[in-house]
């Protein structure tokens, strides 16, 4: 059973991501922390908090953290998630409200009562996580693992250059890209090969309120469904690769965060030849797609009959 604390900003992928983790049995969410992102914190916390309910996630603690970047003003991506955030999936409003406290004391706390337990994987930007690194180094050392979805060697979406959650926070991604750990890096790279296309679609759609109330609105408010394309569901690689990371092929480089640049902040250039320094990440460079979404919709599946 691997203990897993998820820091987020949902965001349509990162509820896809969140009920895959719900759904799987060999994974048990510690806790989820919130950071503004995609929406504002107080919506990417509600989002959190009614997903905690809708997914039958039990007591996990939900707590929210940092709105915006640490230097920056803000970005969103509310053009693509809408403006709840969820595009066009609406769930019940959430019963409970937020646990007390602030994520980064969360996310520090949790991690030094079990050194070498809990993964830490991060789908939003990354304010939290270099705020608790600057509160306790430590953390880099106490995580068992450290999974994002973010940046990309190959391309951006926010711009031609640069990945939404590096965008967001470039002085932040690249704190945490120094921490001393290796960071598992998720990108655009291989998250836009995990497509939503209709033959998914059709095997999510039996999967009863799941499916009607959250997969299906979600996916489709992201992105026009075809049988060959459709929208990515990046975050939920993050989840995947803490499940099976044989369903990446990964690579390691050192990636540099570029903070200076006019048009590039937050870029990941990353340099597989390992030039000036030993390697600070494990870079995604494919995904197995058809058994990724075998591990998904066999998550969900389980979700849906619980
Ligand atoms: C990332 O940006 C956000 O919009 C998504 O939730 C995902 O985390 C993809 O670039
Ligand atoms: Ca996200």
Do not use: Q
């Not at 049995?25 to 504002?40: K, M, Q």
């Not at 914190?41 to 940092?66: K, Q, W």
């Not at 430590?138 to 951006?156: C, H, K, L, P």
């Not at 690689?237 to 640049?261: I, K, Q, R």
């Amino acid at each position: 059973m691997t203990k897993l604390l998820i820091d987020c900003d949902p965001g349509i992928d990162d509820a896809l991501a969140l009920a895959l983790a719900g759904g799987s049995p060999s994974l048990e969410i510690v806790g989820i922390t919130t950071v503004g992102g995609n929406v504002d914190l107080a919506r990417t916390t509600r989002n959190a908090l009614a997903l905690r309910e809708f997914l039958r996630l039990g007591d996990v603690p939900v707590v929210p953290g940092s709105a915006g970047a640490l230097l920056r003003h803000t970005v969103r991506a509310a053009h693509v998630h809408g403006s709840t955030g969820l595009g066009d999936a609406v769930l019940p409003p959430p019963a409970r409200i937020a646990d007390a406290g602030h994520a980064v004391d969360f996310i520090v706390d949790t991690l030094r009562a079990a050194p070498g337990e809990v993964t830490l994987a991060a789908t939003g930007p990354l304010t939290n996580i270099a705020l608790a690194l600057r509160r306790e180094p430590r953390v880099a050392e106490w995580a068992r693992d450290f999974v994002i979805m973010g940046g990309s060697y190959t391309r951006g979406n926010h711009n031609p250059a640069v990945e939404f959650n590096m965008a967001a926070d470039p002085e932040a991604a690249s704190i945490v890209f120094d921490a001393g750990w290796t960071v598992k890096m998720l990108g655009l790279d291989v998250t836009l090969t995990a497509l939503v296309t209709r033959g998914v679609l059709d095997r999510m759609r039996p999967l009863g309120r799941l499916a009607a109330d959250l997969l299906v609105p979600a996916a489709t408010s992201y992105g026009v469904v075809t049988a060959e394309g459709g929208p990515a569901i990046h975050d939920a690689c993050a989840v995947a690769y803490v499940l099976d990371p044989s369903l990446f092929t990964c690579l390691p480089a050192v990636v540099h965060v570029e903070t200076a640049g006019r048009y590039t902040s937050g870029m990941t250039v990353t340099d597989f030849a390992l030039r000036d320094r030993p390697a600070n990440a494990l870079v995604a460079t494919s995904l197995e797609v058809d058994r990724f979404w075998d591990v998904v919709l066999e998550a969900y599946g389980r979700l849906a009959s619980r």
